[in-house]
């Protein structure tokens, strides 16, 4: 699976959209980019998932750029919940059954 | 609720003393893992199970055993409790197969004196 790099941290005001950014540059023709989050202590969070198309669901936006080497989470209206840790993963699907989580994104939103 | 029940949420073990640390999910996925996660850290990969009846290393084996019971169980044992073993321990489980996200339990706190 390709590595990832992500920034240690960034703060978002509440009310704001909050764009994390993800480097992949590795990434191979067949590995979706996907995005889980960790609130406090809590096991990590399903966010979004995708290839090379953008995507949206009711959580958030992935755009993928077209060399596919960085992607971007965006949360369009952050609110304090949305404080937490963010990771950005690479990987096969139907392949190598290993999700590796790097140290991720530490996000806090501000009131 | 569907998902995946891991118990207990919280331990306290002497050092040398062994445990089981418990995971059941109910969506019939083929994956299991366990995964630990220190202070500030990231999830580091211990085992997982691809299906029932393998089970395979992952980046930190050592001092852990595991066993996948049945399709539904997969448990982590630490047969001599060490202090470095002090973490959370959370399990997951997925269906690869299907290209769907992983699923977590809540985490078990474990502490070693």
């Known amino acids: 699976d390709a590595k990832t790099t992500q920034p240690t941290s960034m703060d978002c005001a509440e009310g704001r959209a909050a764009n994390l950014p993800c480097n992949h540059s590795?990434?191979?023709?067949?590995?979706?980019v996907y995005w889980y989050r960790q609130i406090h202590s809590q096991g990590p969070q399903y966010i979004i998932h995708?290839?090379?198309n953008n995507e949206t669901n009711e959580m958030a936006s992935l755009i993928i750029t077209e060399d596919r080497k960085s992607s971007t989470l965006i949360l369009p209206h952050a609110t304090l919940r949305d404080t937490a840790v963010y990771y950005c993963?690479?990987?096969?699907?139907?392949?190598?059954?290993?999700?590796?989580f790097g140290t991720g994104t530490r996000l806090t939103i501000i009131p | 609720n569907a998902g995946v029940t891991q118990t207990p949420k919280f331990q306290v073990l002497k050092t040398g003393q062994s445990m089981t640390l418990q995971c059941a999910q109910d969506?019939?996925?083929?994956?299991m893992y366990w995964y630990r996660q220190d202070p500030g850290m990231g999830l580091r990969l211990i085992y997982y199970?691809?299906?029932?009846?393998?089970?395979d290393k992952g980046e930190v084996p050592n001092g852990y055993n595991v066993s996948r019971l049945n399709k539904r169980e997969f448990s982590l044992r630490l047969e001599s409790a060490a202090p470095s073993q002090t973490s959370v321990y959370f399990c997951?489980?997925?269906?690869?197969?299907?290209?769907?996200?992983?699923?977590f339990g809540d985490g078990t706190r474990l502490s070693i004196l």
């Open positions: 590795t990434i191979s023709g067949n590995e979706y």
């Open positions: 199970s691809a299906s029932e009846g393998t089970t």
């Open positions: 969506m019939n996925h083929n994956s």
């Open positions: 995708g290839l090379k």
């Open positions: 993963i690479v990987r096969v699907p139907f392949g190598n059954e290993k999700l590796t």
């Open positions: 997951a489980s997925w269906d690869i197969m299907r290209n769907q996200p992983q699923h």
